[in-house]
């Protein structure tokens, strides 16, 4: 049984910092693309960062390059994503997504999703 479970999400003051984990079980995780997703209240679903499998690239969102980190430890079967210097713009319900490379994430071509779990930035 193929299971992504998002957490870590909570309120943070802008400026502040979070890291959201992705525990995932049921495949083997080196072989997939991890994709970190998020969608803000009337907003389009926007992918803001990528971890491919293999050597493990990162790719990310113009909206979070240098504020954000996707780290993988396939040993761990875990996921993160450290968020810096969040500001209001990011408040979101992030998503974690596997998919076989990094070019199915980056056209939504999601194998297997996770539930989400909501960051909210506010003072």
């Known amino acids: 049984q193929v299971q992504l479970v998002e957490s870590g999400g909570g309120l943070v003051q802008p400026g502040g910092s979070l890291r959201l984990s992705c525990a995932t079980s049921?495949?083997?995780?080196?072989?997939?693309?991890i994709g970190w997703f998020r969608r803000a209240p009337g907003k389009e679903r926007e992918g803001v960062a990528c971890?491919?499998?293999?050597?493990?690239?990162?790719l990310y969102s113009d909206s979070v390059k240098g504020r954000f980190t996707i780290t993988r430890d396939n040993t761990r079967n875990t996921v993160n994503l450290h968020m810096n210097y969040l500001q209001p713009e990011d408040t979101a319900v992030y998503f974690c997504?596997?998919?076989?490379?990094?070019?199915?994430?980056?056209?939504?071509?999601?194998?297997?999703w996770g539930q989400g779990t909501l960051v909210s930035v506010s003072s």
């Open positions: 997504a596997a998919a076989p490379t990094a070019a199915n994430v980056r056209n939504s071509e999601i194998q297997y």
């Open positions: 049921g495949f083997t995780l080196d072989h997939y693309a």
């Open positions: 971890s491919t499998s293999g050597h493990a690239s990162t």
